[in-house]
């Protein structure tokens, strides 16, 4: 860039003119005589050259603007139309250098919004992993024995049933059998002898075959409810003749081994998505397992049962209609509904269904049909550790509440249930097997 200085008192602006950056000058006395720029200077003879006047008249000296060319009779007047040249160039710099700036602001805050959902998916899935058992933090026998140290130390558990309490852990471990220390046993006879005596505003009452209840243990708390719902399935299926022979008298297991019956049967083929979910290994984590594990590994038991799924709701305000009536149809079917003189209880020999929902699951034993024609589940929840007091015999509706559910109290978006009904032949097992690649259910509605 090529820079004319003036020292004289006069007007200056910097124009391009040739390829560089030049001083255009006039003093107030002379300004054509001034120009600082030798292309500007040509242009300005030849223009005034090129004019010719009449003889007698004097000579109009003109003036060329060596950005767009156009043609001034007066310096001034160039000078103004030249600076206005340089300010329409000066703002577009400006608007140009504006841009540029908005688009680094741009970037800048595009790469920060990208780092910041970076770390909160993978929060977010820190989150899901330690949730749902995946965050290799160690399975049931690692969280009893944390929990028993834990005890000890607040002084909730004196050393010496701490020392007693993990031998049984550990030979209940070695055993694959569950000790049994969180089992309620006849429950189910219990209800069935309230009802016969109470419940005046019962149409029927249908309860499933006897049942065990099961709930969490310190080795399990806030992620076995799976678990604890098929050893309650389990527990129902032992008692009956109809199941005696496929399940060989098998043991209620331990949690632990129910873990390690779910991986043989990926390893034979069951549900390979659901496998690889889990990377083929659910014993000693604390991975929570839902409808499908359990489906999967009653199938693989040769338990014949259905996945139905109540995906959204099919009643007023977020409720489940359609879920209720589908258990009701469960145990009414075949105890011959359509007679009038029914008997208002109704104690089946079906199991019990496993319930499924967002975060928990529970196992329903029954329903009541009341005579406004409302109804009312019943629940066994693993989370209630208080199920001893249905056993009293001064029980009340009040003690039922822990175990009634109804409608409006049911709003999760979605809800899947697993009812048994009946036996697999080996050919069976193995069609449902190699379906399982893709497992459906029955969706509702």
């Known amino acids: 860039m090529v820079e004319h200085n003036c020292r004289s008192k006069s007007l200056s602006s910097r124009i391009f003119c040739c390829g560089s950056e030049v001083a255009v000058t006039s003093s107030s006395s002379n300004p054509g005589e001034n120009t600082h720029c030798s292309c500007f200077s040509r242009l300005h003879q030849k223009s005034t050259k090129s004019q010719t006047t009449p003889k007698g008249y004097a000579k109009q000296r003109l003036y060329v603007c060596p950005m767009c060319k156009l043609v001034f009779e007066n310096w001034h007047i160039l000078q103004e139309h030249v600076e206005l040249h340089l300010t329409e160039s000066r703002a577009e710099e400006c608007v140009l250098a504006d841009h540029q700036f908005a688009q680094q602001l741009q970037e800048k805050e595009n790469r920060q919004s990208r780092s910041h959902e970076t770390q909160t998916e993978q929060e977010e899935f820190q989150k899901l992993q330690k949730q749902y058992g995946l965050n290799n933090c160690g399975g049931y026998k690692n969280q009893a024995l944390q929990n028993m140290d834990r005890a000890v130390c607040r002084g909730q558990m004196n050393p010496a049933e701490y020392h007693r309490r993990k031998a049984e852990v550990m030979e209940s471990l070695a055993k694959g059998e569950d000790d049994g220390r969180t089992k309620t046993l006849g429950l189910m006879r219990a209800l069935n002898e309230y009802y016969q005596r109470s419940g005046t505003d019962m149409k029927h009452v249908y309860l499933c075959a006897e049942t065990d209840h099961y709930h969490a243990s310190v080795g399990d708390n806030g992620w076995g409810c799976g678990y604890r719902n098929f050893q309650m399935l389990l527990s129902s299926l032992m008692k009956m003749e109809q ?69 959204q709701p099919t009643g007023p305000s977020g409720t489940h209609p359609r879920l209720f009536e589908r258990i009701r149809q469960y145990y009414s079917l075949g105890s011959n509904a359509a007679l009038r003189l029914q008997p208002k209880v109704i104690w089946t020999n079906k ?32 989370g209630n550790q208080e199920m001893q007091k249905l056993l009293r015999s001064d029980i009340t509706g009040m003690n039922l509440k822990m175990i009634r559910r109804f409608i409006g109290s049911m709003k999760h978006r979605q809800y899947q249930i697993v009812a048994i009904n009946g036996i697999l032949s080996a050919e069976e097992k193995n069609a449902r097997k190699y379906a399982s690649s893709i497992l459906t259910a029955e969706n509702v509605p």
């Not at 549900?271 to 979910?277: E, L, R, Y």
């Not at 499924?356 to 409302?374: A, D, I, P």
């Open 243 to 311: 199941y005696k022979d496929v399940l060989q008298d098998l043991v209620i297991p331990c949690i632990p081994k129910i873990q390690i019956m779910i991986e043989e049967a990926w390893k034979t083929g069951f549900d390979p998505q659901g496998a690889a979910s889990f990377e083929n290994k659910l014993k000693g984590t604390r991975a929570w397992i839902g409808a499908t594990e359990i489906y999967c590994l009653l199938t693989f038991l040769r338990i014949k049962c259905q996945i139905v799924d109540f995906h």
């Open 351 to 382: 199991p019990p269904i496993y319930l499924q929902h967002q975060g928990h699951s529970r196992t329903v034993v029954g329903v009541e049909e009341r005579n406004n024609g409302t109804l009312c589940l019943l629940i066994f929840d693993p």
